[in-house]
């Protein structure tokens, strides 16, 4: 072990700061986030195509529900299969692998004969779907500093809003003029340009520490720090919290270690409640429940398209402020709000308001401000808190169940919807989904600790020694910790209730 430290202090004795090491690093996380706008636009685009899919294949409702829901089922198995891939070979070489499944998984689905084959082809392309939500958080937050973590993972958020608007953009747009299979297979370019940029992107320094040494570790950060001073007290830190990690402590089996219980318990929780809370829903069925309601074909898709705009606009604040704000008080403020949205969504489907009526705006304010209320704070923070939990030797394969249980949860909740609207009615499934969203709110108050400020390794420390939870009335957040293991100054983050 010393003899690895030795080689680093030298390798970072000698090593050249790149002079757009601020550019590189941002440029690298802008990249990998464009895996979430090919999840965000593969996944969205259905909202707009579903319509000609259900005339040419003359669809019952329940093959509507396994066309949407199929791509659901291939992010399950995408996020477990992954994590082996990503320790293995690492974070960058997953993400390409990735994207090479975007690319064929977007070009069959265009080239479908028939339902049975479209659902098996979304079913390959939900593969890359839940592969991306895995591996690409990881490597940001592994890439990133502490200062600015929180900003760069939740780009993934934001790539996310801008696929969705731009798939709603598209079946608004351009559905007569294209149909609906070159509206699925442009997804195929994005794909192929992240593939290709991937190869001149640093390594994750974190997986290169654990894979390849300190000195490999160096040689990435390097690209991505601005100082030497920067890199010697991260690379310290990463050899510090890798040495003597016991095999006990890796992949699936740290995961039941009782230390790292509460980290499992914070991140699977933020994950369900993430899509169970019905925003998913909401964008898949948007144009399908407002056309039930009352609402013109052109008029759905718009309103539609106006919920990707305040997806997209609110995924961008919570992403410029989720540092300074934090990730636990962001979804204690706009939790409720969408509490009471759906309260009142649910209050105005059950009236059945007359089209062009009062009443009929009222439902598309209501949803639009639980969109704007649900899109800024749980959703926000629900990926990020995946990448940033858990020690990395048990990384990997924490992240893969935490994008699991995303994707399981969405499964859930979209497989189910149009059956939940023909048991309890429209307005009975938004106030099943209130119910949800306040139990979200009373989960983060009790079982997340704010993270803002804390480095991977405070978190990993904290959850070591016991502290990794919110302490009610006082002050929630994770601390800092000096070299000798000292608590230090309480990390710079921002209060939270």
Known sequence: MQAERNKAQEAIANVEISPHAHRVLWIAAIVAAICGGLYGYDTGIISGALLLITKDFHLTSGQEE??????????VVGALCVSWLSEKFGRRNSVMVVTGVFVVGAVACSRAPDVTTLIIARVFLGLAVGGATQVVPTYISELAPASKRGNLVTMFNVAIG????????????????????????????????????????????????????????????????????????EIREIHENASGIDDDERGWKGLMLPWARPAVIAALGIAFFTQAGGLEMMIYYAPTFLSDAGFGSSAALLASLGISIVYLVMTLLGCIFVDRIGRRRLVLIMGPGSVLS???????????????????????????????????????????????????PMRAAATSVHAAMLWGADLLVTSTALTLVQIVTLGGTMWIYAGVNLASVLFVYFFVPETAGATLEDIEIALRRGEFKPRVGQDPRIRSYDDEGDEEETAQAPSAA
């Open 66 to 75: 396994m066309v949407t829901s199929a791509i659901l089922v291939g992010a």
């Open 162 to 233: 801008v696929g969705i608007f731009l798939a709603n953009l598209v079946g608004f747009t351009m559905r007569d003029a294209w149909g609906w299979r070159p509206m699925i297979s442009v997804a195929a370019l994005p794909a192929a340009f992240v593939f290709v940029c991937m190869f001149f992107l640093p390594k994750s320094p974190r997986w290169a520490a654990e894979n390849e040494g300190l000195a490999s570790a160096v040689e990435h950060l390097s690209r991505v720090r601005t100082s030497r001073k920067a890199i010697r007290r």
């Open 342 to 392: 759906l309260i009142g969504l649910g209050i105005m489907f059950a009236i059945h308001p007359d089209k062009g009526s009062v009443g009929s705006w009222a439902i598309i304010a209501f949803l639009l401000l639980f969109m704007m209320f649900n899109a800024g704070g749980i959703q926000v923070v629900g990926w990020l808190l995946g990448a940033e939990l858990f020690p990395l």
